[in-house]
């Protein structure tokens, strides 16, 4: 089946089709945030930034589209109520909009605590696709800005919790104090990663982080290898509960983002049921196995065109 997949950041626009043999991807910086700091007529711009992806991929008329991410959110396109937990990974009870013909919302998942726009439908595509073992007990582990960690039990997502790791080694490398301390691009430095690893696993985060700043003026470390250190840090401090978990823990990210994440589970000594699996294609998979529920009207009604579900959340 063909369609057009869409994941629409707060900060960034993709669109993928894959078909006929080929395999086109554009991608821009129209993020949900950018169009709803614009002011103005919001619905109008998020379809005038789909027309032009539409366009640059060749796509031909009346291929569905399917958007996960923040377009579903308050400041996207529609706000849509998230769904509720126990979230099933079959698709089945999914919040969804068609907010024009043939072009579809996906809405998030929410706890008493949590919430998440974009990686239920990753959540959906590992189970699908077979990658993964959605029936047994299991911790999906999203890595990203603010990284997800999905508990996962006989097929449903139980509950869950997010790590702001990825924001915060941005705003730490480039607007604390750390940032004369680390120098960003520089080459990796998998000893001070696993030192960093190490303390951010034992140490209170808040009080961990000054160490970069330390090693650099007590230890004279290269500002470069810091870098390290302080993904170490913070990367430690995620994982350390994935490690007391016990059970399987799945990473599912870019290759070198998942190197860095079996190498802190090496480090913390539970490597051993972690595993790692390509993310780049599970929203794809998620949203393809969403949209077969809704044309054959086996996912829950549109969320936009009647009273929520039973297992909505606004």
Same mark, same amino acid.
């Given at each position: 089946?063909?369609?057009?997949? %869409?994941?629409?950041?707060?900060?960034?626009?993709?669109?993928?089709?894959?078909?006929?043999?080929? =395999?086109?991807?554009? =991608?821009?910086?129209?993020?949900?945030?950018?169009? @709803?700091?614009?002011?103005? /007529?919001?619905?109008?711009? #998020?379809?005038?930034?789909?027309?032009?992806?539409?366009?640059?991929?060749? @796509?031909?008329?009346?291929?569905?589209?399917?958007?996960?991410?923040? $377009?579903?959110?308050?400041?996207?396109?529609?706000?849509?109520?998230?769904?509720? !937990?126990?979230?099933?990974? /079959?698709?089945?009870?999914?919040?969804? =909009?068609?907010?024009?013909?043939?072009?579809?919302?996906?809405?998030?998942? %929410?706890?008493?605590?949590?919430?998440?726009?974009?990686?239920?439908?990753?959540?959906?595509?590992? $189970?699908?696709?077979?990658?993964?073992? @959605?029936?047994?007990?299991?911790?999906?582990?999203?890595?990203?800005?603010?990284?997800?960690?999905?508990?996962?039990?006989?097929?449903?997502?139980?509950? #869950?919790?997010?790590?702001?790791?990825?924001?915060?080694?941005?705003? !730490?490398?480039?607007?604390?104090?750390?940032?004369?301390?680390?120098?960003?691009?520089?080459?990796?430095?998998?000893?001070? #990663?696993?030192?960093?690893?190490?303390?951010?696993? /034992?140490?209170?985060?808040?009080?961990?982080?000054?160490?970069?700043?330390?090693?650099?003026?007590?230890?004279?470390?290269?500002?470069?290898?810091?870098?390290?250190? !302080?993904?170490?840090?913070?990367?430690?401090?995620?994982?350390?509960?994935?490690?007391?978990?016990?059970?399987?823990?799945?990473?599912? %990210?870019?290759? &070198?983002?998942?190197?860095?994440?079996?190498?802190?589970? &090496?480090?913390?000594?539970?490597? @051993?049921?972690?595993?790692?699996?390509?993310?780049?294609?599970? %929203?794809?998979?998620?949203?393809?196995?969403?949209?077969?529920?809704?044309?054959?009207?086996?996912?829950?009604? /549109?969320?936009?065109?009647?009273?929520?579900?039973?297992?909505?959340?606004?």
């Amino acid at each position: 089946m063909e369609f057009l997949s %869409c994941d629409w950041g707060t900060s960034n626009f993709r669109l993928r089709w894959t078909g006929r043999g080929m =395999h086109r991807v554009y =991608h821009s910086e129209e993020g949900a945030g950018k169009i @709803a700091a614009e002011g103005g /007529d919001r619905a109008a711009r #998020f379809k005038s930034v789909l027309a032009a992806g539409m366009a640059s991929v060749g @796509a031909p008329p009346g291929l569905p589209v399917v958007i996960s991410g923040m $377009a579903s959110a308050s400041i996207g396109w529609k706000e849509l109520p998230y769904a509720g !937990l126990p979230f099933p990974l /079959d698709g089945t009870r999914v919040s969804w =909009h068609e907010v024009e013909p043939g072009v579809f919302l996906i809405g998030g998942v %929410c706890s008493d605590e949590e919430v998440m726009r974009g990686e239920e439908t990753q959540a959906v595509g590992w $189970a699908f696709t077979g990658v993964g073992k @959605a029936n047994e007990s299991t911790l999906l582990v999203l890595p990203g800005t603010h990284s997800k960690h999905l508990w996962v039990e006989a097929g449903r997502v139980t509950h #869950f919790r997010t790590y702001m790791t990825g924001e915060l080694f941005d705003l !730490l490398a480039k607007h604390s104090v750390l940032r004369h301390s680390v120098r960003l691009g520089a080459a990796p430095d998998e000893g001070a #990663f696993r030192e960093g690893v190490a303390k951010g696993a /034992d140490a209170p985060l808040n009080a961990a982080l000054f160490r970069v700043r330390t090693r650099q003026v007590l230890d004279r470390v290269d500002a470069g290898v810091n870098t390290s250190f !302080l993904s170490g840090l913070l990367i430690g401090a995620e994982m350390a509960e994935a490690g007391r978990a016990k059970i399987p823990v799945v990473v599912a %990210c870019g290759v &070198e983002m998942g190197k860095a994440y079996i190498c802190a589970a &090496e480090k913390l000594s539970f490597a @051993a049921r972690v595993s790692w699996t390509e993310s780049e294609n599970l %929203c794809e998979q998620g949203q393809r196995r969403i949209l077969e529920l809704l044309l054959n009207g086996k996912a829950a009604g /549109d969320v936009g065109a009647g009273p929520r579900g039973e297992n909505a959340r606004v």
